[in-house]
Structure formats: structure tokens, C-alpha cells
């Protein structure tokens, strides 16, 4: 994540997969600048933030692998780049996305793939962590019999 002592408006937006069952499934994400390759793999999210700054919106995803690893999909969508897209003002109606809302379709994307919640600490923050933590430790459903 970004250097904490930088002027920011953080919002952690944890949250499942809302299509996630509970199963693992196939997943695809952009990577490179500008997204224009892609890499597939089995697994299921377990966490998202994102964080706007004056300089960016970094959002990252974190998806537990059907091996047991974490992958960290960062992408990170510079505002100074937004401006090279093209007249923003012919596009009204995503608006959403350029205010950090929804998909933002420009940016630069990585990944990284980690083999403990120890080695994800530092790649996301304490929050998401911790939510993490304790969907990877728990079941995804439980059935109450009360």
C-alpha cells in the first residue's frame, strides 16, 4: 500500500466476492501497463481495498489460490495518466469510474503471489489483514444448528 503519512482519503472496501459460493472458480486479471495482457488461475476472493490519493487510486484484490497461496492483484491508476485517455469529457456517463467508483479501465497492474498470511502483511493493510486472516481460517459458510 501507499506511505501512510501521505495526505490521503482511504477507504477500505473489504468485501467477498458477492458470485463467490464458497468454491473455488477460474479467475482472470489484467496485468502489465494499461492491462493489456491477462493471466487465468483457480481460486476465490477473499479481500479488496482501495485507496484514493491525490496522486492515484490503488486497488487491490487478493484472491486465495486453489494451491493455498495468496495472489495480490494490484492496479494502480495515476491521475496524470487519465488525461493521455483522451478528452474525459465526451465520457460522461463513467463517471463513477473516475471518481474511484466501480472499474476503472486504465492503470497499470501486477501481481504477486505469496505462500502465508505472514508474507501478505506487508502487501495490504491492517484492516484487510485481518479480514483475511479469519475468512482463510473459518468457513466461508456455516451451518448453525440452533
Known amino acids: 500500500m501507499t506511505d501512510p503519512t501521505q495526505d490521503t482519503a482511504a477507504v477500505d472496501t473489504t468485501k467477498p466476492n458477492a458470485t463467490d459460493s464458497g468454491g473455488f ?8 501497463p494499461g492491462g493489456g495482457r491477462t493471466q487465468r488461475f483457480t481460486g476465490r476472493q477473499v479481500g479488496e481495498a482501495r485507496q484514493v490519493t491525490h496522486k492515484a487510486i490503488e486497488t ?13 492483484h494490484k492496479q494502480t491508476s495515476a491521475w496524470s495518466d487519465y488525461n493521455e485517455l483522451g478528452d474525459w469529457t465526451e465520457d460522461w ?20 503471489v505469496v505462500d502465508s498470511l505472514d508474507a501478505l502483511r506487508p502487501l495490504v493493510s491492517p484492516k484487510v489483514h485481518r479480514m483475511i486472516a479469519d475468512r482463510v481460517q473459518h468457513p466461508h459458510n456455516h451451518d448453525l444448528d440452533v
Open 25 to 32: 472458480g477460474q479467475i482472470t486479471v489484467k496485468v502489465g
Open 60 to 72: 487491490v484484490r487478493v484472491y486465495f489460490t486453489r494451491k493455498g497461496n495468496f495472489l495480490v
Open 93 to 112: 456517463k463513467n463517471w463513477r469510474s473516475i471518481l474511484g467508483k466501480g472499474e476503472q479501465s486504465w492503470g497499470d497492474y501486477t501481481t504477486e
